[in-house]
């Protein structure tokens, strides 16, 4: 029987899926580490976005932040483990430092590409900063906003699997507990787990997205 065979049964093996440390625990694990990891970087990310793009200063951190993503994975966790423990806060630093970039580099191009005529008209009939924000370009900002969710919660996905080198859950445990006893079925398993839930994420956002924007009443504010 060679790994394949071997991996399909080790996925349909109802043992395999029960218990603390079954594949469906695991499982909503990794979704849960995502989705914090998403949900903080979008509150520190969008706010500094609209910032920038509303106010045009602070371009620099823009470059910044997307420099964070060349930064080593296994390096940054394995510092930050040494100064906040082998718990969940070191990997989650490491894990909202890759997905701020490209929440916060979408989120300011949608709202810096709203046609300046249209804000500065939006200022001569006597509507605030906030205003021009929250009901212009906010709105006009979102599909593009949300196709750098998109990218980051799929980025965030994958790379919550490297973090499972830490005593953590999630699938990546899978793969690491794996490599130990040389249990490669478990190991491809695995893999095709965080895969496919990558997939499922990309299409269902892909397909907000293009909703999203099929039917935005806003799409005319953006410059071309």
């Known amino acids: 029987m060679n790994v394949f ?12 899926w029960e218990g603390a440390e079954g594949i469906a625990v695991r ?42 993503r060349a930064l080593p994975t296994l390096g ?47 200022r001569a009939i006597g509507f605030s900063e906030w205003q021009i924000l929250w009901h212009v370009e906010l709105p006009a900002a979102f599909p593009a906003m949300l196709g750098g969710i998109r990218s980051a919660f799929t980025q965030i996905i994958a790379t919550w699997t490297v973090a499972a080198f830490l005593p953590i859950g999630g699938l990546g445990r899978f793969l690491i507990d794996g490599l130990a006893v040389r249990d490669y079925p478990q190991m491809l398993g695995a893999s095709c787990l965080v895969i ?23 799409s005319q504010l953006t410059t071309q």
Do not use: E
Request: charged content about 5%; proline content about 4%.
């Open 76 to 122: 940054m966790l394995s510092a930050l483990a040494l100064i906040f423990g082998l718990g969940i806060s070191a990997p989650m630093i490491v894990m909202v430092m890759f997905a701020i970039p490209p929440v916060l580099a979408a989120a300011y191009s949608g709202i810096a590409d709203v046609n300046r005529t249209t804000t500065h008209a939006m």
């Open 27 to 68: 499982l909503a694990q990794h979704l849960q580490y995502s989705l914090a990891t998403l949900a903080i970087s979008c509150v520190i990310a969008i706010p500094l976005a609209c910032y920038i793009g509303h106010y045009g200063k602070a371009l620099l951190v823009i470059p910044v932040a997307n420099a964070l």
């Open 5 to 16: 065979s071997q991996t399909m049964l080790w996925l349909v093996d109802a043992s395999h």
């Open 196 to 218: 496919a839930l990558s997939i499922t994420v990309d299409v269902l956002m892909l397909s907000m997205q293009h909703t999203i924007a099929r039917h935005s009443r806003y």
